[in-house]
Nanobody, 114 residues
Framework: QVQLVESGGGMVQPGGSLRLSCSAS????????VGWFRQAPGKERELVAS?????STYYEESVKVRFIVSRDNAKTYLQMSSLKPEDTALYYC??????????WGQGTQVTVSS
Protein backbone atom coordinates (compact mmCIF):
# COMPACT_ATOMS: atom_id res chain seq x y z
CA GLN A 1 0.00 0.00 0.00
CA VAL A 2 1.31 3.43 -0.95
CA GLN A 3 2.23 5.63 1.97
CA LEU A 4 3.32 9.25 2.02
CA VAL A 5 5.12 10.21 5.20
CA GLU A 6 5.84 13.84 6.11
CA SER A 7 8.45 15.08 8.54
CA GLY A 8 10.06 18.35 9.53
CA GLY A 9 7.17 20.21 11.10
CA GLY A 10 7.43 21.96 14.43
CA MET A 11 7.28 25.28 16.19
CA VAL A 12 9.33 28.24 15.04
CA GLN A 13 9.44 31.96 15.76
CA PRO A 14 8.28 34.49 13.16
CA GLY A 15 11.00 35.02 10.60
CA GLY A 16 12.35 31.52 11.08
CA SER A 17 12.68 28.62 8.67
CA LEU A 18 11.58 25.03 8.43
CA ARG A 19 12.06 22.32 5.82
CA LEU A 20 9.32 19.78 5.34
CA SER A 21 10.03 16.43 3.71
CA CYS A 22 7.69 13.83 2.29
CA SER A 23 8.73 10.36 1.29
CA ALA A 24 6.64 8.00 -0.81
CA SER A 25 6.95 4.26 -0.82
CA UNK A 26 6.44 2.53 -4.15
CA UNK A 27 6.97 5.58 -6.38
CA UNK A 28 9.81 7.49 -8.00
CA UNK A 29 8.71 11.03 -7.28
CA UNK A 30 10.28 12.79 -10.25
CA UNK A 31 7.82 11.03 -12.55
CA UNK A 32 4.72 12.31 -10.76
CA UNK A 33 3.13 15.59 -9.80
CA VAL A 34 3.75 16.32 -6.12
CA GLY A 35 3.19 19.17 -3.75
CA TRP A 36 1.85 20.54 -0.51
CA PHE A 37 -1.50 21.70 0.84
CA ARG A 38 -2.14 23.26 4.22
CA GLN A 39 -5.15 23.65 6.44
CA ALA A 40 -5.42 26.13 9.28
CA PRO A 41 -8.06 25.81 12.01
CA GLY A 42 -11.45 26.92 10.73
CA LYS A 43 -10.22 27.31 7.15
CA GLU A 44 -10.39 25.24 4.01
CA ARG A 45 -7.44 23.26 2.78
CA GLU A 46 -5.42 25.30 0.28
CA LEU A 47 -2.74 24.44 -2.23
CA VAL A 48 0.57 25.95 -1.16
CA ALA A 49 3.04 24.73 -3.76
CA SER A 50 3.37 22.00 -6.35
CA UNK A 51 5.52 20.57 -9.12
CA UNK A 52 3.99 18.84 -12.13
CA UNK A 53 5.50 15.70 -13.61
CA UNK A 54 6.95 18.01 -16.27
CA UNK A 55 8.66 20.18 -13.70
CA SER A 56 6.41 23.25 -13.73
CA THR A 57 5.94 24.84 -10.34
CA TYR A 58 3.03 26.64 -8.70
CA TYR A 59 3.05 28.78 -5.55
CA GLU A 60 0.15 30.30 -3.67
CA GLU A 61 0.50 34.06 -3.81
CA SER A 62 1.24 34.58 -0.12
CA VAL A 63 4.20 32.16 -0.11
CA LYS A 64 5.92 33.21 -3.32
CA VAL A 65 9.59 34.06 -2.72
CA ARG A 66 9.41 32.64 0.82
CA PHE A 67 8.73 28.95 0.03
CA ILE A 68 10.51 26.62 -2.39
CA VAL A 69 9.16 23.24 -3.47
CA SER A 70 11.54 20.62 -4.82
CA ARG A 71 11.86 16.88 -5.25
CA ASP A 72 14.26 14.07 -5.97
CA ASN A 73 13.62 10.42 -6.72
CA ALA A 74 12.70 9.63 -3.14
CA LYS A 75 11.22 12.75 -1.56
CA THR A 76 9.52 16.05 -2.08
CA TYR A 77 10.52 19.04 0.02
CA LEU A 78 9.06 22.35 1.07
CA GLN A 79 11.66 24.85 2.21
CA MET A 80 9.89 27.58 4.16
CA SER A 81 11.62 30.83 5.08
CA SER A 82 10.54 34.12 6.63
CA LEU A 83 7.70 32.29 8.30
CA LYS A 84 4.71 34.26 9.54
CA PRO A 85 2.06 33.43 12.14
CA GLU A 86 -0.45 33.08 9.32
CA ASP A 87 1.60 30.17 7.95
CA THR A 88 0.52 28.15 10.99
CA ALA A 89 -1.35 25.11 9.71
CA LEU A 90 -1.31 21.37 9.22
CA TYR A 91 0.72 20.73 6.08
CA TYR A 92 -0.07 17.76 3.84
CA CYS A 93 1.98 16.43 0.96
CA UNK A 94 0.34 14.79 -2.02
CA UNK A 95 1.30 12.77 -5.07
CA UNK A 96 -0.71 12.63 -8.30
CA UNK A 97 -0.45 9.34 -10.15
CA UNK A 98 -1.71 9.49 -13.75
CA UNK A 99 -3.61 6.21 -13.40
CA UNK A 100 -4.19 5.72 -9.69
CA UNK A 101 -5.19 9.20 -8.62
CA UNK A 102 -4.07 11.35 -5.70
CA UNK A 103 -2.35 10.10 -2.57
CA TRP A 104 -2.07 12.07 0.67
CA GLY A 105 0.25 12.13 3.62
CA GLN A 106 -1.00 12.21 7.19
CA GLY A 107 0.00 15.82 7.78
CA THR A 108 2.66 17.60 9.81
CA GLN A 109 1.98 20.57 12.07
CA VAL A 110 3.74 23.89 11.52
CA THR A 111 3.30 26.51 14.23
CA VAL A 112 4.76 29.99 13.90
CA SER A 113 4.61 31.87 17.17
CA SER A 114 6.73 34.06 19.40
Amino acid sequence: QVQLVESGGGMVQPGGSLRLSCSASEFTLVTHGVGWFRQAPGKERELVASITNGGSTYYEESVKVRFIVSRDNAKTYLQMSSLKPEDTALYYCFLDHSRLGRYWGQGTQVTVSS
